[in-house]
């Protein structure tokens, strides 16, 4: 049973260019979250997908935009790089339950460095 | 808003030393909490987790147990190993009024085990 997947696994682009992160959740889960983790912090919510639809959203600026497939994969596409876009991007599914809260399983993740 | 609040690190011990590592929370509902780690060069892995007061979850010797009155979810481990060396974050997880939820993550603490 395949765990989460991210591709690619390590990137670095230059500011003002444009960034797409992709990701494959583990069997069996429909929901997607994403996080940045920057360098000696915690994971910080960007947004969740369920359903194709974002459902929520952190405390991040819209150049900061996600699409989640029918077969349950996403992308993060992050537009006009700055440096502090420079982080560790974290992939984490779930399966969403009606009846209780759920865990997540989180990916490898990416590393985007922005020079 | 809901947080999480966990002792700062580096926590350095020796093998077969005993280990706290403090978190606290706020909430607004009732959330599950959790213990994630995150070794060098990967993504976050659950360690364990508890859904509801006084519930107590153990894996690979590490224990806490979720304490409504002192919001509380403090990790501990008897007698840690150098393999135990790694950041290790505190997180909940909480329902929005659409039903989905939110994971808040601690800033992580990082545990070094000295041979």
């Known amino acids: 049973d395949a765990g989460v997947t991210q591709s690619p696994t390590h990137l670095i682009k230059t500011r003002g260019q444009q960034v797409t992160l992709r990701c494959s959740p583990k069997s069996g889960h429909d929901t997607v979250s994403w996080y940045q983790q920057a360098l000696g912090q915690g994971p910080q919510f960007i947004f969740q997908y369920y359903e194709e639809e974002e459902r929520q959203r952190g405390n991040f600026p819209d150049r900061f935009s996600g699409h989640q497939f029918p077969n349950y994969s996403s992308e993060l596409n992050v537009n006009a790089l700055l440096l502090g876009d420079s982080a560790l991007y974290l992939c984490?599914?779930?399966?969403?339950?009606?009846?209780?809260?759920?865990?997540?399983?989180f990916g490898p993740g990416t590393r985007l460095l922005v020079l | 808003g809901d947080s999480v609040t966990q002792m700062e690190g580096p926590v350095t011990l020796s093998e077969e030393a005993f280990l706290t590592i403090n978190c606290t929370y706020t909430a607004t509902g009732y959330p599950s909490l959790f213990w994630y780690v995150q070794y060098p060069g990967e993504g976050l892995q659950l360690l364990l987790k508890a859904t509801k007061a006084d519930d107590k979850g153990s894996n690979k010797g590490f224990e806490a147990t979720y304490r409504k009155e002192t919001t509380s979810f403090h990790l501990e481990k008897g007698s840690v190993q150098v393999s135990d060396s790694a950041v290790y974050f505190c997180a909940l997880s909480d329902k929005y009024t659409s039903g989905t939820y939110k994971y808040i993550f601690g800033t992580g603490t990082r545990l070094k085990v000295l041979a």
């Open positions: 984490a599914s779930s399966f969403r339950t009606s009846g209780g809260p759920d865990s997540q399983y």
